[in-house]
């Protein structure tokens, strides 16, 4: 491995840090390395294996103004990049300007989503419900060439190079770009058309906008979304021909929000509603579906079957879990993110556009999350999705499922007690001929070998192990999304002499 250093933050947090999301597994990171020629520790590099898998982490640099929650954490994005068998690794911070705000200061400035806005030592932010610190450190996909990272409370799409991880400032659209209320995590990029969908929401009416950027990076067409008031949607999905959005029964109380509060609260008495909408439909245009109470945050795919809308997603059991007395005070304050308390299951919703019927499924016992699939077969039928499995009480990856929902079979690969993974991502082989002839990559913290490794799976049969395992320079912390891209969707991949360091724009 060729290594270099290339940036270190300066992190003010306390040696005898205890909270369980800055330490352990999600110790955060703070040097930026550049690595070549990884060392294979295991198996072969595939040659067919072309592109960059990138993943999204949150790295705090600074205690909390009081109660430090995971998701405050400041956006770091680790890109592993495979080439005629050889593979480099980058990590960069994202460079918000909350980030550099913070820096400047040494200390944390902003609220985080444990605490209440009014302790925010700033009077602006961003997100949702405002004050607040776009970390930019939920989401990453890839558009136009170009990596945009993302935040689950809305805020701006910062630009990263796909392979340097160079910062490239903030996405614009020439102008056009939704300032004021931001763009949230999940937008979703569709390889058919080039187009990416997106959606943003607000505590102000009409509470939600929908988006589509064409393949040129052009915002054509803006839409409000009506809701019956502020909602907290974190997903969306699409077919070839519409757009998916949700107003799910879990959103902040009216009468905490009025006192400037943002506790969610589910109604289990009211429906989850889809709405659907044609992809450059207007206002008057969606329709909504009524479905069984629960809150989806994230979905898989959606495709068109007949007259049949046809949504797979992870429908939780108990998208409110109370406190039960069980686990530690950590797992008690965080219990909102065991999936064990959760229990997201796959779900297929099937939606009639004739007569508005309603059919819902459950598609597997097993309770997990995070679920990816073919990116190509996006809005189109799909059959395979690999999903996360999670430790106990914690929000940790400790395995992946693959299901096949033609079958409804599963295969399951669990990594050792101590090792978790990150949300996996599927790589179509070069010359792929079948939706699970690829590979499936994801990272590792592995806290046996305070180490952390790449690991590239047969997407098609996972239960083996990993094909090859890769060492990074450095344990890096559990986070949030990752995503792939071909190398041919990647500018000045294919002429590079050195992919990590060609200047693609
Ligand atoms: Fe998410």
Redesign the pocket.
Known sequence: MDLDVVGRMLSTLPADDDHPYRTGPWRPQTTEWKADNLDVVQGQIPTDLDGVYLRNTENPLHPAIKNYHPFDGDGMVHVVGFRDGTAFYRNRFVQTDGLAAETEAGKSLWAGLAERPSLSLMDHGWGARGRLKDASS??VVVHNGVALTSF?QCGDLYRLDPQSLDPLGKETWNGAFPGEWGVS??PKIDDATGEMLFFNYSTEAPYMNYGVVDANNELVHYTPIELPGPRLP??MVFTENYAILNDCPLFWDPEGLAQGAYAARFHRDMPMRLGVIPRRGGPDDIRWFDCEATFV??WVNAYEDGDWIVADGFFQEDPSPADNGMGDKWQRAFRFLANDRMKPRLHRWHLNMVTGEVREEQLSDTISEFGMMNGSYGGRKHRYTYAATSKPGWFLFNGIVRHDSLTGTEEHYRLEDGVYGSESSMAPRVGSTAEDDGYLITLTTDMNQDASFCLVFDASDIAAGPVCTLRLPERISSG??STWAAGSDLNDWATADDPATAVGL
Request: proline share 0%.
């Open positions: 939920t989401d689950y995590a999940h974190h997903d945050l994230h949030t999304h």
